[in-house]
């Protein structure tokens, strides 16, 4: 899934416009570490007197990101674009994150449309496919996830979000809702060391196929010492291909999200990577529009588990957008990304 070599050409006189948008989410979305009502993103836009590229991308103080912050980090690059920064120059500018994810995926979306070529194209991919994505059940009470989960029985595969106690509850009423459904979960690093073997063991006998960052980054090493009836899945324990090489052993999967890899070009590498290692591969998102979902289709496609649902968590997405088709994203449009 090797990157082409010949779609990073420098874009000299390439101006830059950035702004923070925001989403409301249908009714909320909630996680172990709390709430919110609505997406708040930042679009990096880069254009030349005939093209324009853009991409999206969602700050998270979770790794000690705010909007302000992406926004000025993206503004400052803007004098650098004027002098021709290409995409691998990114990566000497600005670390992996938000900022870097945003104007990373602009810039691709800028060569497509310059070149003629599909974003595919340009990464040495084939022709895109339809993917099957997983359908998030915000974290509540054993028998709310259940309703939601019973509401939702209409897409095959369901994300369950965690936190910590009551978890072998939800695994067991969730079950009991949607005997057919396909189930994921994702703690977000809710869980404690001593309960973890047995909250996996409950993973286990509901049918769970895989459980995302049950403990929290830097006290996973218990990791390695217990059975693991369920692949677990690196999500904050892993960012880019740097971060993968300790985690073998801990983990059976990892979590590509390019706002941790810092854009589609390190999530490429981070994937392949990934794959080298043994690992098996979760395409992730944040909430957000279809924007940011259409340039990690490209790390979906060869994915073995997709989690790009975030238009469908909002009350409106934008227009052009995904058309999605139940739990089908097809590829973008190219006039939204690519």
């Known amino acids: 899934m090797g990157e082409a070599q010949t779609g990073d050409e420098r874009q000299a006189g390439l101006r830059l416009a950035v702004r923070v948008e925001r989403w409301p989410i249908a009714g ?6 709390g709430s919110k009502r609505e997406a708040v993103v930042v679009v990096a836009e880069v254009s030349d007197d005939t093209h324009i590229g853009r991409g999206e991308c969602v700050p998270y ?7 302000e912050g992406v926004a000025a980090s993206i503004e400052r690059c803007a004098p650098k674009l004027a002098q021709g920064l290409s995409r691998r120059n990114l990566a000497s500018l600005l670390p992996p994150g938000a900022a870097r994810n945003a104007l990373d995926c602009a810039l691709w979306d800028f060569e497509a449309k310059r070149s003629g070529r599909s974003a595919a194209a340009l990464a040495g991919l084939g022709v ?8 998030t059940i915000s974290l509540d009470t054993p028998d709310a996830m259940a309703a939601r989960a019973h509401a939702a029985s209409a897409y095959p595969l369901l994300k369950l979000k965690l936190g910590g106690a009551g978890d072998a509850e939800r695994f067991a009423a969730i079950r009991e809702a949607v005997p057919q459904a396909r189930l994921i979960a994702d703690a977000n690093e809710a869980w404690q060391a001593h309960e973890t073997e047995s909250l996996l063991d409950a993973a286990a006998t509901a049918g769970v196929e895989l459980v995302e960052q049950p ?12 059975a693991r009836p369920v692949p677990v899945c690196a999500d904050e324990s892993v960012h880019d291909s740097a971060t993968l090489e300790g985690l073998v052993a801990r983990y059976d999967a990892v979590n590509i999200k390019l706002d941790k890899t810092g854009g589609l070009t390190e999530a490429l590498a981070t994937a392949e990577r990934a794959r080298a290692l ?3 591969i979760m395409a992730g998102c944040m ?3 279809s924007l940011a979902m259409a340039p990690a ?3 979906a496609q060869n994915a073995d588990w997709v989690d790009l649902d975030g238009p469908l968590l909002l009350a409106r997405d934008r227009e052009p957008g995904l058309t999605y088709e139940g ?3 097809p590829p973008s449009p190219p006039d939204l990304w690519g």
């Open 297 to 299: 289709l490209l790390i």
């Open 28 to 33: 909320a979305f909630a996680i172990s570490r």
């Open 215 to 226: 403990l929290p980054t830097g006290k996973d090493a218990v990791l390695a010492q217990i």
């Open 327 to 329: 739990s089908m994203v």
């Open 278 to 280: 043994g690992l098996k």
């Open 128 to 135: 895109l496919r339809p993917v099957q994505t997983a359908f």
């Open 287 to 289: 909430v957000a529009t």
């Open 61 to 67: 103080v979770r790794y000690g990101e705010s909007v």
